[in-house]
């Protein structure tokens, strides 16, 4: 079937090609790559990924050019899905001969409900669902695939057994060329990375046991299962050979650095290769390992950083300590690796006073540039059936993720924290960590390294006090 992959389109400046980890408007606009697209469209011949939220199509826009495909594959999360299912129903009208079906944590986590929640949808794929997307492009029949929730002709949903997850990572094709065959490259972004970018996985699931974190627990699984190290580096050649234009590489698995070894391998590579790269770790790599990816052209690190408060950590089963972060950052400084950070308001256990102690800790190791969320308890996490079972969410409560506008809200509540309280907290907390002379300072410094580096930070200057404003209100 000729097969469209879609992210539809939403408010103004979601981070729709994030949509695994965090479906919000961020403090200064960015987005990501919609890899999870990509690699199915990478199987499936002749398809194509549209990224409505990316190229700033309106709602008429990409309905005109969905309907003419037969087969359209859109990536959907929770706070997304009730815009994703009205675009869905019309496109439906416009073509009631076309196939429509779903993808991402929501529906992989809740299939039967959004199966019901609108006729449009004919199929949800579960699990990982490269494969199962594959097959449903061939025409295979809906009975016959693993992995795949649909509603049969009488109208009964039905849900297949379960597709096993992924073992061998370089049966994958390359994503890269679906971005160059498929995707504007100038249209992703964000304030950390250099400008164009490339991200992509070297690899999928995550050891760590985060209760709060979206897609191991959904959809990727909690073994970190790679590629292997020679794969990775050809695809990272076939970008610098075909897409010169790409300042810096991203690895956006959950956490790269779990298999030193194997990332040392990786960075000794790149440094070959003579390419500029970033990825994510948890703040615990070594020294060691971190002299060797910085000698070999890593720019900057992804981390989590949560909490300052050691209890909530453990909560949370983060699996790390603050101690032990503290002395990564002082690693990562004095080797000359940038690093941003991200935190978390409202983990179980957080009080008022343990918020003021996480925004010391945060000026304390200080990140070059830090994100902050507030505590989100989506379907599927552990995070979510705590909160159920302590009182601090209604179980079949409609989750109010992000407001109408694309601001993040404060879904949990405790009886000595109001969702208020938490809410106001993360404009606080931005306020002290970036109003400070000494963080001002290291912005000037680096906005005067060039006048791109100055036009880049000018604008997300006014992009961040404009959310502030929107947070406030």
Same mark, same amino acid.
């Given at each position: 079937?000729?097969?469209?992959?879609?992210?539809?389109?939403?408010?103004?400046?979601?981070?729709?090609?994030?949509?695994?980890?965090?479906?919000?408007?961020?403090?200064?606009?960015?987005?990501?790559?919609?890899?999870?697209?990509?690699?199915?469209?990478?199987?499936?011949?002749?398809?194509?990924?549209?990224?409505?939220?990316?190229?700033?199509?309106?709602?008429?826009?990409?309905?005109?050019?969905?309907?003419?495909?037969?087969?359209?594959?859109?990536?959907?999360?929770?706070?997304?899905?009730?815009?994703?299912?009205?675009?869905?129903?019309?496109?439906?009208?416009?073509?009631?001969?076309?196939?429509?079906?779903?993808?991402?944590?929501?529906?992989?986590?809740?299939?039967?409900?959004?199966?019901?929640?609108?006729?449009?949808?004919?199929?949800?794929?579960?699990?990982?669902?490269?494969?199962?997307?594959?097959?449903?492009?061939?025409?295979?029949?809906?009975?016959?695939?693993?992995?795949?929730?649909?509603?049969?002709?009488?109208?009964?949903?039905?849900?297949?057994?379960?597709?096993?997850?992924?073992?061998?990572?370089?049966?994958?094709?390359?994503?890269?060329?679906?971005?160059?065959?498929?995707?504007?490259?100038?249209?992703?972004?964000?304030?950390?990375?250099?400008?164009?970018? =490339?991200?992509?996985?070297?690899?999928?699931?995550?050891?760590?046991?985060?209760?709060?974190?979206?897609?191991?627990?959904?959809?990727?699984?909690?073994?970190?299962?790679?590629?292997?190290?020679?794969?990775?580096?050809?695809?990272?050649? !076939?970008?610098?050979?075909?897409?010169?234009?790409?300042?810096?590489?991203?690895?956006?698995?959950?956490?790269?650095?779990?298999?030193?070894?194997?990332?040392?391998?990786?960075?000794?590579?790149?440094?070959?290769?003579?390419?500029? !790269?970033?990825?994510?770790?948890?703040?615990?790599?070594?020294?060691?390992?971190?002299?060797?990816?910085?000698?070999?052209?890593?720019?900057?690190?992804? =981390?989590?950083?949560?909490?300052?408060?050691?209890?909530?950590?453990?909560?949370?089963?983060?699996?790390?300590?603050?101690?032990?972060?503290?002395?990564?950052?002082?690693?990562?400084?004095?080797?000359?690796?940038?690093?941003?950070?991200?935190?978390?308001?409202?983990?179980?256990?957080?009080?008022?006073?343990?918020?003021?102690?996480?925004?010391?800790?945060?000026?304390?190791?200080?990140?070059?540039?830090?994100?902050?969320?507030?505590?989100?308890?989506?379907?599927?996490?552990?995070?979510?059936?705590?909160?159920?079972?302590?009182? !601090?969410?209604?179980?079949?409560?409609?989750?109010?993720?992000?407001?109408?506008?694309?601001?993040?809200?404060?879904?949990?509540?405790?009886?000595?924290?109001?969702?208020?309280?938490?809410?106001?907290?993360?404009?606080?907390?931005?306020?002290?960590?970036?109003?400070?002379?000494?963080?001002? !300072?290291?912005?000037?410094?680096?906005?005067?390294?060039?006048?791109?580096?100055?036009?880049?930070?000018?604008?997300?200057?006014?992009?961040?006090?404009?959310?502030?404003?929107?947070?406030?209100?």
């Amino acid at each position: 079937m000729k097969t469209l992959f879609l992210q539809a389109p939403s408010y103004d400046g979601f981070d729709g090609g994030a949509g695994s980890r965090y479906q919000a408007k961020r403090e200064v606009r960015s987005f990501w790559y919609p890899t999870w697209l990509a690699q199915p469209a990478a199987l499936v011949p002749d398809s194509r990924v549209l990224d409505a939220t990316a190229d700033g199509l309106s709602v008429e826009a990409a309905l005109d050019i969905a309907s003419q495909y037969e087969l359209v594959v859109i990536h959907t999360s929770t706070p997304s899905f009730p815009t994703d299912a009205l675009f869905a129903q019309d496109l439906k009208k416009r073509k009631p001969s076309l196939l429509i079906g779903m993808v991402g944590a929501k529906v992989a986590v809740d299939p039967h409900n959004s199966l019901i929640a609108t006729e449009a949808i004919d199929f949800v794929c579960r699990e990982e669902f490269d494969y199962t997307c594959k097959e449903i492009s061939e025409g295979k029949p809906f009975s016959q695939i693993l992995g795949l929730s649909y509603r049969a002709p009488d109208g009964s949903i039905e849900h297949n057994e379960a597709r096993p997850i992924l073992e061998n990572m370089d049966e994958l094709p390359f994503v890269a060329p679906i971005y160059k065959r498929d995707l504007t490259i100038k249209n992703y972004f964000n304030g950390y990375l250099k400008h164009p970018y =490339v991200s992509l996985y070297t690899g999928r699931g995550c050891r760590s046991k985060c209760t709060f974190c979206l897609w191991p627990q959904t959809v990727g699984g909690h073994r970190y299962r790679v590629r292997s190290v020679e794969n990775v580096l050809e695809e990272v050649k !076939w970008i610098r050979d075909n897409m010169p234009e790409v300042k810096e590489i991203m690895f956006d698995d959950d956490t790269f650095t779990d298999f030193k070894p194997r990332a040392e391998e990786i960075a000794r590579g790149m440094g070959k290769l003579g390419v500029t !790269w970033s990825c994510n770790a948890k703040a615990n790599v070594p020294y060691s390992t971190l002299k060797i990816m910085k000698e070999n052209g890593l720019r900057l690190l992804l =981390v989590g950083y949560e909490s300052g408060d050691d209890q909530i950590l453990l909560n949370v089963k983060k699996g790390l300590r603050t101690d032990i972060a503290r002395r990564f950052a002082q690693d990562c400084r004095t080797l000359g690796i940038k690093v941003h950070g991200t935190f978390i308001i409202g983990l179980p256990g957080e009080t008022q006073e343990t918020i003021q102690k996480t925004i010391e800790y945060a000026k304390e190791i200080n990140p070059l540039t830090i994100q902050v969320s507030l505590a989100a308890p989506y379907p599927g996490t552990r995070l979510y059936n705590q909160a159920v079972e302590s009182g !601090w969410l209604a179980e079949n409560k409609v989750i109010n993720l992000v407001s109408k506008q694309g601001v993040q809200l404060a879904a949990i509540g405790y009886p000595h924290l109001s969702r208020d309280e938490m809410y106001h907290q993360l404009e606080n907390f931005y306020k002290r960590f970036y109003f400070r002379p000494s963080k001002i !300072w290291e912005i000037l410094r680096e906005m005067l390294t060039s006048w791109d580096m100055m036009k880049r930070r000018l604008r997300e200057g006014v992009e961040f006090f404009r959310f502030l404003r929107a947070h406030e209100a």
